[in-house]
């Protein structure tokens, strides 16, 4: 079944203890992305990554990190997280071209105290 | 500055009336739109695609038009069933390389029986 997977699906924790949120996809798509999903704003761009070892800001990048070692992986890091950061995070992956549609996992919410 | 704006208040209808959706945006030229489906705890679910140079597209029972001199899409759902309740998300691409498309914040839709 194609899918993208997410770990963990709920995750607490403290201010400053690095995280790491993991994200695979089985669809060979060269594209992959992360979101976060807050009320009233929506769902906004944190990194996107083109191709292996090809990543780029989003709209929101500040205090996050990711990498793109196989084509299949795309982890989300936060190296010390704050309370702003607790959210709803979506990982995505869509084939390369324009109008490829996303295919999203289902969700990890953070919470950070 | 750039802007989508999608009804932020709950749709109620009925079952067997059509429901619509409005997508406005501002201070864009999309190439294409997209629209998604989300349920509670679920990530996004890709279900139209629409290009700048059409002006309807159709599945099943759902209907999306794009009226680029109003910037505006409109998204139907006819003969409506509960299982139709969701959360819909419009999405535009940025026109630039890569993954940039940026989403709506969605419009809640409760399906009566």
């Known amino acids: 079944e194609a899918q993208v997977t997410q770990n963990p699906r709920y995750l607490i924790t403290v201010t400053g203890k690095k995280l790491t949120v993991t994200c695979s996809q089985n669809m060979n798509h060269e594209y992959m992305s992360w979101y976060r999903q807050d009320p009233g704003l929506g769902l906004r761009q944190i990194y996107y990554?083109?191709?292996?070892?090809?990543?780029d800001k989003g709209d929101v990048p500040e205090g996050y990190k990711v990498s793109r070692k196989e084509k299949r992986n795309f982890p989300l890091i936060l190296e010390s997280p704050s309370p702003n950061q607790t959210s709803l995070y979506f990982c995505a992956s869509n084939r390369q071209g324009p109008n490829s549609p996303l295919h999203f996992g289902n969700g990890t919410r953070l919470t950070v105290t | 500055s750039q802007k989508i704006e999608q009804n932020s208040e709950a749709l109620n209808i009925q079952e067997g009336k059509t429901a619509t959706l409005t997508c406005n945006y501002t201070?864009?030229?999309?190439?294409?739109l997209q629209w998604y489906r989300q349920d509670p705890g679920r990530g996004p679910v890709f279900l139209l695609l629409?290009?700048?140079?059409?002006k309807e597209k159709r599945k099943e029972r759902l209907k999306v038009t794009f009226d680029t001199t109003l910037k505006q899409s409109l998204f139907h759902i006819t003969a409506s069933q509960p299982a139709d309740s969701a959360t819909y998300l419009c999405?535009?691409?940025?026109?630039?390389?890569?993954?940039?498309?940026?989403f709506g914040g969605g419009t809640r839709v409760l399906v009566k029986p």
């Open positions: 990554s083109m191709n292996v070892e090809v990543t």
């Open positions: 999405a535009l691409d940025k026109g630039a390389a890569g993954n940039k498309l940026t």
């Open positions: 201070n864009y030229s999309p190439a294409y």
């Open positions: 629409i290009r700048e140079n059409e």
